[in-house]
């Protein structure tokens, strides 16, 4: 059963109290996704590209109409250490958060976080003047 079908089945707020047990293909990388190994029983993204689609408006509801892929675009860390990735919406550019889950590609969270570390926002021969003031 794809998301667009389960998001007609179900009522409003749904998945706000149940936990979310149906497999998908990935619309970004073709992977088969399971809720099996998240680690949480809310599995949203792609464990393989942390790829998502833009179906709730708050966390669970499936009240959104967008559709749209929300691909991630960084990292952050919560209080009490855990990591949170940030997606954006192609489609229509409404950020949200969502937590890691347990078997998430470790390689691209990490290629995520360092992004800003290897394309930094301004030249990176300005940190040797800034150092010297």
Same mark, same amino acid.
């Given at each position: 059963?794809?998301r667009?079908?389960?998001?007609k089945q179900?009522?409003k707020g749904?998945? #706000?109290?149940?936990?979310?047990r149906?497999s998908?293909?990935?619309r970004t =990388? @073709?992977?088969s996704v399971?809720?099996?190994g !998240?680690?949480?029983?809310h599995r949203n993204?792609c464990?393989n590209c942390l790829?998502s689609?833009h179906?709730?408006?708050e966390?669970?509801?499936r009240?959104?109409?967008?559709g ?10 919560r #209080?009490g ?7 954006r919406c192609?489609? =229509? @550019? ?6 890691v !889950? ?8 990490l290629?995520i ?12 021969e300005?940190?040797?003047a800034?150092?010297?003031?």
């Open positions: 059963m794809n667009d079908n389960k998001r179900y009522e749904y998945y #706000k109290t149940r936990p979310c149906e998908f293909t990935c =990388c @073709g992977w399971f809720p099996q !998240a680690g949480s029983s993204h464990p790829s689609l179906v709730d408006v966390p669970g509801d009240a959104s109409d967008c749209g892929v929300m691909e991630p675009i960084a990292v952050w860390v #209080k250490g855990e990591w949170a990735i940030i997606h192609r489609r =229509c @550019g409404t950020l949200s958060s969502n937590r !889950a347990a078997d998430d590609n470790p390689r691209k969270l290629s976080a360092m992004k800003p570390v290897a394309f930094p926002p301004f030249p990176i300005r940190l040797e800034l150092a010297g003031d």
